[in-house]
């Protein structure tokens, strides 16, 4: 039988995944194990990150939030570093699954299982998240984008795992909104959600960063989309516009859950909800 090891130190760590190339790394387990039992074949060894120093606290570093890959997201969305900061993603962790799932559920599990209906994937790409990767050749640091490199694949190395996700402080209080379509009310798969950042100065937007889910190979961004709001109040005309660009831009496919077509109309829709921030000059979570 495999063995199943939990490291404390990134010495104990970098010890087992040489003497076991083979291994997996494992936090929650909610994706990886299913994964492996589906496939009905002897489990490989595997790397609990659970007890590992460092991997499981949410910290303040400056300008920056520094997540360790391995909080949980219930943590992600309770934690008051994140809730004060970073409501988008606090949102997008909030909505993934239900209660059970998210007490297991790591950030850095949603990260590395990049589903393109990953719920916190257009939040931390909006909000310039930063991704350590930790090896025994040492750490190096990849963009969101660099990551993840399509459905279901990372730049993640042989040998090498998510450490920690540090995100820049947004300034000047902008507003951030996540909200997903899906197939039920509660632990819902995303048909298409949206993501989006927005910063308003004397009611006119004057930075907008959108980004869709569930609706392509990876996170969609649209900067025609985005030009279509600057300088303009939240108002029908202009998310109307903007939609409309959005609608070019999301590459969406049809399967079990919904139509490509459908897709489409909903991450316009999701779009033009934006109006409920009409009034806004400031931003966070709306209640």
């Known amino acids: 039988m495999n063995p199943v090891l939990f490291p404390r130190t990134e010495e104990m760590l970098l010890s087992m995944a040489k003497a076991y190339p083979e291994a997996r790394f494992m936090a929650g387990g909610t994706d990886l194990l299913v994964a492996l039992r589906q496939k009905q074949k002897a489990l490989p060894p595997l790397i609990g990150l659970e007890r590992m120093e460092g991997m499981g606290d949410i910290l303040r570093e400056g300008e920056e939030i520094s997540i360790g890959a391995a909080c949980t997201l219930k943590e992600v969305a309770s934690h008051p570093l994140t809730r004060q900061h970073l409501p988008l993603l606090c949102q997008g962790a909030d909505s993934v699954g239900g209660p ?105 937007v004057a930075e907008a960063r959108l980004a869709w889910g569930s609706v392509g190979p990876k996170v969609i961004r649209s900067s025609e989309a985005e030009a279509a709001l600057m300088g303009k109040p939240l108002r029908e005309e202009s998310l109307k516009e903007a939609a409309f660009y959005a609608q070019k831009a999301v590459q969406p496919i049809s399967d079990i859950r919904a139509s490509a077509d459908y897709r489409k109309k909903v991450s316009a829709s999701l779009l033009q909800r934006l109006i409920l921030y009409r009034d806004s000059d400031c931003g966070g979570k709306r209640s």
Not at 144 to 168: D, N
Request: net charge neutral.
């Open 100 to 204: 059970a799932l998210r007490n297991m559920a790591t950030l850095g599990g949603n990260l590395c299982t990049a589903s393109p209906a990953g719920d916190t994937l257009p939040a931390l790409f909006l909000l310039e998240a930063r991704l350590d990767l930790l090896s025994e050749t040492g750490l190096r640091t990849l963009s969101m984008e660099a990551f993840i490199t399509g459905p279901g694949r990372t730049a993640l190395l042989p040998g090498e795992l998510l450490h920690r996700i540090r995100i820049p402080i947004p300034q000047n209080a902008p507003i951030q909104h996540f909200e997903k379509v899906g197939n039920r009310n509660a632990m819902a798969i995303a048909v298409a959600s949206l993501a989006a950042l927005i910063r308003m100065e004397q009611g006119l």
